[in-house]
């Protein structure tokens, strides 16, 4: 893919939102709404941090989380069965043996897999076409480097097939990995017969430069990927640096085009981008500029190589295991720079009003003129990445928020050189590199008419029994009102096929397709209550996909699709009349009222796609209802949909998961008390940002790796990666605004107000949901004390509040809990994440049903008075 996202091709050196109405909605708390709004928007004492002390002493912090342990897992020993009970559902719905459908690319196809008997990934691959018995490639049960941790991280293999380099993940979840080389042998059966080329240290990334060379990345003190290192495999020679990047903010990444052509340099803000592009027949040849950095502007880059042109793929030298010193001259590696029908693929949002991306294209020979403009998504859509193709591009897109794809056929000569002869026809067709404009506001404008409301009520529909081999009776409405600033437009673009994807299809994932001339483009799709199914759509098609291959849970899984539905519905934010996408996953037979968990993330302008969660299932089967709110910082309405919630304006994330709250207690589908909201790492400051604003209408919280610390995590400017969060949460260090919106939306800082003003005027805090938090010791991402200061300061608060105590777990203890979770860093241990869902959601189970209990009581004692 032309974007960094590490979703495509790993293996194989490649790129890897209806309104409140007035009334009921939210009745029954608008007075403690009024309350707690109160303890939002006072100011803190500067000097009152009780708990600032976990910052700066690591061994005291690492006791304190042990303490906190020992007395939280004291409190929930009587959640164990239902923990035990939750985790057999979810392992009862997993096959024992995992293997993931084989795929070509090169001469052999790809496949990992694995099984009870042995838990972690094993990478296998066999020539095309043949019936052989597979090469063991690794095996991460086995294979001694890999013993003390749970996979591999990046695999690559050289373009000849005859070496791997992988890096073996560094303990303790720090960033710096090394990397090991091996040759592969002829016809190997095995893991017998390879033996260790290199192996290179202080590795964060890295891809083959021909199949003698590794380009790899090292990282600085504050992990920040920034050095770009040549490293041969054979023969003579040292390691050499060809790229190194002195901004802070700028994260350095590697790529290589799908044809093998190029391989690619990307030097990264949040905001902008720069590429530069190495010749894989050229080894000692320094990055090639291929357009100047500039504030505002993102590209991203494959290569195309038009029909009847000589292939663009860099010449290879012969066999490098029998000369190593082989090494093609350099004129045949420059020479593809002339050849005609060369030209880079872009990914940018260069001359566009509304920042989003588009596809354009230059001379690979001369990259800095002027950029032709091939295709602009129409209004409600937005492009997120590409695939290429030797006739056709794929495009990744968002389709009035939902996951999208469309081909681009490139079959009509739109490259030819020839085809732009006038100053009136480049002006007409194609824009300047420097022109740049990004004005930008709060949020997106409509332009143009929406959807009325017959067109929305038509919309919904179930999903036809005969498309991709989904079951009769399988329910899935889709109310597809445009999100904030689109217009359904179908009328069909000359050239684009959209993809007719399913509308239960809540994750769309490419698949491996690492053949450049491969005639169809394989979709992986999936559902939090339907696996995965393969698809492949023809390039040259209508849009219609193929099945290839449907996952089905076990005969032994209590669940099955039949029973649950998806919705795909519209909350109004809280703060405006923005429209905010909400995806419902119910059991057909949804009882009003019945628990919900409620997730959002809502930063970085990542989407929350959620697919096939087996530690999901228990709850549905339980009667739960799962909602996901894609609120405002997220991607799913592009650009503008992201850049909405950054800054000073990042609470709009909060806002709109409020208004999501309000909508499903409007809808019936929770009750209050019986909600519980879930958010990992920025999503949970997005999460406990509704527990302090609307804690009394939540039963309970969960909070993973949490980001909670807002201030006192980003407000150093000297602090590793703050300078790079700046577009993020806004220059918190520096302006005042900032600052202020930091403080007001920051869950410590509103937790240690409702604490200072409840000791100075003995009146108990607002009602809190029990939160329990787990963070991971060696994170090098989020700082585990931001949590550890948070359930201090809410469990300060519980101390001097007597309502708290009817919504305890137990009579005795704090409803707050605090948990490590094992060494593996910022994302955990796959080995361990079965076990630690049964736990977090045995803990929010017990907590809502104690909530609710405790409600009922309530109302039966007001309904006894006279």
Same mark, same amino acid.
């Given at each position: 893919?032309?974007?960094?996202?590490?979703?495509?091709?790993?293996?194989?050196?490649?790129?890897?939102?209806?309104?409140?109405?007035?009334?009921?909605?939210?009745?029954?708390?608008?007075?403690?709404?009024?309350?707690?709004?109160?303890?939002?928007?006072?100011?803190?004492?500067?000097?009152?941090?009780?708990?600032?002390?976990?910052?700066?002493?690591?061994?005291?912090?690492?006791?304190?989380?042990?303490?906190?342990?020992?007395?939280?897992?004291?409190?929930?020993?009587?959640?164990?069965?239902?923990?035990?009970?939750?985790?057999?559902?979810?392992?009862?719905?997993?096959?024992?043996?995992?293997?993931?459908?084989?795929?070509?690319?090169?001469?052999?196809?790809?496949?990992?897999?694995?099984?009870?008997?042995?838990?972690?990934?094993?990478?296998?691959?066999?020539?095309?076409?043949?019936?052989?018995?597979?090469?063991?490639?690794?095996?991460?049960?086995?294979?001694?480097?890999?013993?003390?941790?749970?996979?591999?991280?990046?695999?690559?293999?050289?373009?000849? &097939?005859?070496?791997?380099?992988?890096?073996?993940?560094?303990?303790?979840?720090?960033?710096?990995?090394?990397?090991?080389?091996?040759?592969?042998?002829?016809?190997?059966?095995?893991?017998?017969?390879?033996?260790?080329?290199?192996?290179?240290?202080?590795?964060?990334?890295?891809?083959?430069?021909?199949?003698?060379?590794?380009?790899?990345?090292?990282?600085?003190?504050?992990?920040?990927?920034?050095?770009?290192?040549?490293?041969?495999?054979? #023969?003579?020679?040292?390691?050499?640096?060809?790229?190194?990047?002195?901004?802070?903010?700028?994260?350095?990444?590697?790529?290589?085009?799908?044809? #093998?052509?190029?391989?690619?340099?990307?030097?990264?803000?949040?905001?902008?981008?720069?590429?530069?592009?190495?010749?894989?027949?050229?080894?000692?040849?320094?990055?090639?500029?291929?357009?100047?950095?500039?504030?505002?502007?993102?590209?991203?880059?494959?290569?195309?190589?038009? !029909?009847?042109?000589?292939?663009?793929?860099?010449?290879?030298?012969?066999?490098?295991?029998?000369?190593?010193?082989?090494?093609?001259?350099?004129?045949?590696?420059?020479?593809?720079?002339?050849?005609?029908?060369?030209?880079?693929?872009?990914?940018?949002?260069? #001359?566009?009003?509304?920042?989003?991306?588009?596809?354009?294209?230059?001379?690979?020979?001369?990259?800095?003129?002027?950029?032709?403009?091939?295709?602009?998504?129409?209004?409600?859509?937005?492009?997120?990445?590409?695939?290429?193709?030797?006739?056709?591009?794929?495009?990744?897109?968002?389709?009035?928020?939902?996951?999208?794809?469309?081909?681009?056929?490139?079959?009509?000569?739109?490259?030819?050189?020839?085809?732009?002869?006038?100053?009136?026809?480049?002006?007409?067709?194609?824009?300047?590199?420097?022109?740049?404009?990004?004005?930008?506001?709060?949020?997106?404008?409509?332009?143009? $008419?929406?959807?009325?409301?017959?067109?929305?009520?038509?919309?919904?529909?179930?999903?036809?029994?005969?498309?991709?081999?989904?079951?009769?009776?399988?329910?899935?409405?889709?109310?597809?009102?445009?999100?904030?600033?689109?217009?359904?437009?179908?009328?069909?673009?000359?050239?684009?096929?959209?993809?007719?994807?399913?509308?239960?299809?809540?994750?769309?994932?490419?698949?491996?397709?690492?053949?450049?001339?491969?005639?169809?483009?394989?979709?992986?799709?999936?559902?939090?209550?339907?696996?995965?199914?393969?698809?492949?759509?023809?390039?040259?098609?209508?849009?219609?996909?193929?099945?290839?291959?449907?996952?089905?849970?076990?005969?032994?899984?209590?669940?099955?699709?039949?029973?649950?539905?998806?919705?795909?519905?519209?909350?109004?934010?809280?703060?405006?009349?923005?429209?905010?996408?909400?995806?419902?996953?119910?059991?057909?037979?949804?009882?009003?009222?019945?628990?919900?968990?409620?997730?959002?993330?809502?930063?970085?302008?990542?989407?929350?796609?959620?697919?096939?969660?087996?530690?999901?299932?228990?709850?549905?089967?339980?009667?739960?209802?799962?909602?996901?709110?894609?609120?405002?910082?997220?991607?799913? #309405?592009?650009?503008?949909?992201?850049?909405?919630?950054? &800054?000073?304006?990042?609470?709009?994330?909060?806002?709109?998961?409020?208004?999501?709250?309000?909508?499903?207690?409007?809808? =019936?589908?929770?009750?209050? &008390?019986?909600?519980?909201?879930?958010?990992?790492?920025?999503?949970?400051?997005?999460?406990? =940002?509704?527990?302090?604003?609307? =804690?009394?209408?939540?039963?309970?919280?969960?909070?993973?790796?949490?980001?909670?610390?807002?201030?006192?995590?980003?407000?150093?400017?000297?602090?590793?990666?703050?300078?790079?969060?700046?577009?993020?949460?806004?220059?918190?260090?520096? $302006?005042?605004?900032?600052?202020?919106?930091?403080?007001?939306?920051?869950?410590?800082?509103?937790?240690?107000?409702?604490?200072?003003?409840?000791?100075?005027?003995?009146?108990?805090?607002?009602?809190?949901?029990?939160?329990?938090?787990?963070?991971?010791?060696? $994170?090098?991402?989020?700082?585990?004390?931001?949590? =550890? !200061?948070?359930?201090?300061?809410?469990?300060?608060?519980?101390?001097?509040? $007597?309502?708290?105590?009817?919504?305890?777990?137990?009579?005795?203890?704090?409803?707050?809990?605090?948990?490590?979770?094992?060494?593996?860093?910022?994302?955990?241990?796959?080995?361990?994440?079965?076990?630690?869902?049964?736990?977090?959601?045995?803990?929010?189970?017990?907590?809502?049903?104690?909530?609710?209990?405790?409600?009922?009581?309530?109302?039966?004692?007001?309904?006894?008075?006279?």
């Amino acid at each position: 893919m032309g974007r960094c996202t590490g979703t495509l091709r790993g293996i194989c050196g490649l790129k890897n939102l209806p309104a409140i109405l007035s009334g009921t909605a939210g009745h029954c708390c608008i007075d403690a709404c009024a309350v707690q709004q109160r303890w939002l928007c006072t100011s803190t004492s500067s000097n009152f941090d009780p708990f600032k002390w976990m910052e700066h002493s690591k061994p005291s912090f690492f006791k304190h989380v042990a303490r906190k342990e020992v007395r939280a897992r004291k409190l929930m020993s009587s959640l164990q069965p239902l923990q035990k009970d939750l985790l057999q559902q979810a392992l009862a719905s997993l096959h024992p043996e995992q293997r993931h459908l084989p795929e070509p690319s090169g001469s052999y196809e790809y496949w990992t897999m694995r099984c009870m008997d042995a838990p972690k990934p094993v990478l296998l691959r066999r020539a095309l076409r043949s019936s052989s018995r597979p090469e063991v490639l690794l095996d991460a049960n086995e294979d001694p480097e890999l013993c003390e941790v749970e996979c591999w991280g990046q695999v690559k293999i050289s373009p000849n &097939g005859r070496r791997i380099a992988f890096t073996v993940p560094a303990v303790r979840g720090a960033a710096r990995a090394r990397a090991i080389v091996r040759e592969i042998p002829t016809a190997s059966c095995g893991l017998a017969g390879m033996w260790d080329l290199a192996e290179v240290p202080k590795v964060v990334a890295l891809e083959w430069l021909g199949d003698q060379n590794l380009v790899y990345t090292m990282a600085d003190a504050s992990q920040r990927p920034y050095k770009v290192l040549r490293h041969p495999v054979v #023969g003579s020679g040292g390691t050499t640096k060809i790229f190194q990047e002195p901004d802070p903010t700028r994260f350095v990444s590697l790529g290589t085009t799908k044809d #093998g052509a190029l391989v690619t340099i990307n030097s990264n803000t949040k905001t902008s981008s720069e590429v530069h592009i190495l010749l894989p027949g050229d080894p000692t040849a320094m990055p090639k500029c291929i357009a100047p950095r500039q504030p505002g502007l993102e590209y991203y880059v494959e290569h195309y190589q038009s !029909k009847g042109s000589p292939p663009a793929s860099a010449p290879s030298s012969k066999d490098p295991g029998s000369s190593p010193s082989s090494v093609p001259h350099v004129d045949s590696a420059l020479a593809m720079l002339s050849q005609p029908g060369s030209h880079l693929m872009l990914l940018t949002n260069s #001359g566009n009003s509304t920042g989003e991306l588009r596809l354009m294209t230059a001379a690979l020979d001369q990259p800095e003129r002027e950029w032709q403009l091939l295709y602009e998504s129409p209004t409600g859509t937005t492009i997120s990445d590409m695939d290429m193709f030797a006739e056709h591009c794929v495009l990744y897109e968002r389709r009035h928020g939902r996951p999208a794809a469309s081909i681009v056929s490139l079959k009509n000569d739109l490259l030819e050189e020839d085809e732009v002869d006038t100053e009136e026809d480049v002006a007409d067709s194609s824009t300047s590199v420097p022109s740049l404009a990004l004005g930008m506001p709060d949020g997106p404008v409509a332009d143009g $008419d929406v959807d009325t409301e017959e067109e929305v009520s038509e919309s919904s529909t179930s999903v036809p029994s005969l498309a991709l081999g989904m079951p009769d009776g399988f329910m899935c409405e889709a109310t597809s009102t445009p999100t904030e600033g689109s217009v359904v437009s179908d009328r069909p673009v000359p050239g684009v096929t959209p993809l007719q994807l399913p509308a239960w299809a809540t994750s769309v994932a490419p698949g491996l397709n690492g053949d450049p001339n491969a005639t169809s483009v394989r979709l992986v799709l999936s559902s939090p209550i339907e696996p995965e199914t393969h698809v492949d759509f023809r390039l040259d098609g209508d849009g219609v996909g193929e099945l290839v291959h449907q996952d089905k849970l076990p005969d032994e899984s209590p669940h099955s699709p039949d029973d649950y539905g998806i919705r795909h519905l519209h909350a109004t934010s809280a703060y405006d009349d923005v429209e905010v996408p909400l995806t419902v996953v119910h059991p057909v037979h949804r009882v009003r009222g019945s628990p919900l968990l409620l997730t959002a993330y809502g930063a970085y302008g990542e989407c929350l796609d959620p697919g096939m969660d087996a530690s999901l299932l228990p709850l549905l089967g339980r009667g739960w209802t799962l909602a996901f709110a894609h609120v405002r910082g997220g991607g799913e #309405g592009g650009r503008r949909w992201h850049l909405a919630a950054t &800054g000073a304006n990042k609470c709009r994330s909060v806002d709109d998961l409020e208004g999501c709250l309000d909508f499903l207690l409007y809808e =019936g589908y929770g009750d209050q &008390g019986n909600i519980a909201v879930e958010g990992t790492s920025a999503g949970a400051l997005v999460a406990a =940002g509704l527990v302090m604003r609307r =804690g009394q209408d939540l039963g309970a919280a969960l909070l993973r790796t949490p980001f909670l610390d807002l201030l006192a995590t980003t407000a150093d400017p000297r602090a590793p990666l703050v300078a790079h969060e700046v577009s993020e949460w806004g220059d918190i260090a520096g $302006d005042a605004t900032c600052r202020r919106a930091a403080t007001l939306l920051c869950p410590y800082q509103s937790a240690l107000r409702m604490l200072e003003e409840t000791k100075a005027t003995e009146e108990p805090p607002p009602q809190l949901p029990p939160v329990l938090a787990t963070v991971a010791l060696d $994170d090098d991402r989020v700082p585990s004390w931001a949590a =550890g !200061k948070f359930i201090g300061a809410l469990q300060a608060l519980e101390r001097h509040s $007597d309502l708290g105590m009817s919504r305890r777990l137990h009579l005795r203890g704090s409803s707050h809990c605090l948990l490590q979770r094992q060494s593996g860093g910022h994302f955990g241990h796959e080995q361990q994440y079965y076990k630690d869902r049964a736990e977090e959601y045995a803990f929010i189970i017990a907590a809502c049903e104690r909530s609710k209990k405790s409600k009922e009581e309530e109302k039966e004692k007001k309904q006894l008075k006279p």
